[in-house]
């Protein structure tokens, strides 16, 4: 397995920016693909964003393409949501993910390592 810390999170109104990132541990960091999820109070944890192992293909949720990205730097084992023009309904608990395998899958049942969440809170 990976441990995975994220960090960035924080309260900013609509229409702002956060940073996410999660920082990586043990497994082998570029073999895998990574992804983010979310999970709001009172709701099941969603898809948010995947990239593959190599950081060239990246997947969103409708919800958020064109809002946020996912990048990867293989080099500081780290990847990234820079999330733009957050909406109240982006309010979560915000995951990183590490895979399995190199390429990209959205179902949460994929992931075998979870970090601890961060909260992502966006006022009206």
């Known amino acids: 397995q990976v441990q995975l810390v994220e960090s960035g999170g924080g309260l900013v109104q609509a229409g702002g920016s956060l940073r996410l990132s999660c920082a990586a541990s043990?497994?082998?960091?570029?073999?895998?693909?990574m992804g983010w999820f979310r999970q709001a109070p009172g709701k099941e944890r969603e898809f948010v964003a995947a990239?593959?192992?190599?950081?060239?293909?990246?997947d969103y949720a409708d919800s958020v393409k064109g809002r946020f990205t996912i990048t990867r730097d293989n080099a500081k084992n780290t990847v990234y949501l820079q999330m733009n023009s957050l909406k109240p309904e982006d309010t979560a608990v915000y995951y990183c993910?590490?895979?399995?395998?190199?390429?990209?899958?959205?179902?949460?049942?994929?992931?075998?390592?979870w970090g601890q969440g961060t909260q992502v809170t966006v006022s009206s």
């Open positions: 993910a590490a895979d399995r395998v190199p390429f990209i899958r959205i179902q949460t049942v994929a992931y075998d390592s």
């Open positions: 043990g497994r082998t960091f570029s073999n895998n693909a």
């Open positions: 990239i593959s192992r190599s950081g060239d293909i990246t």
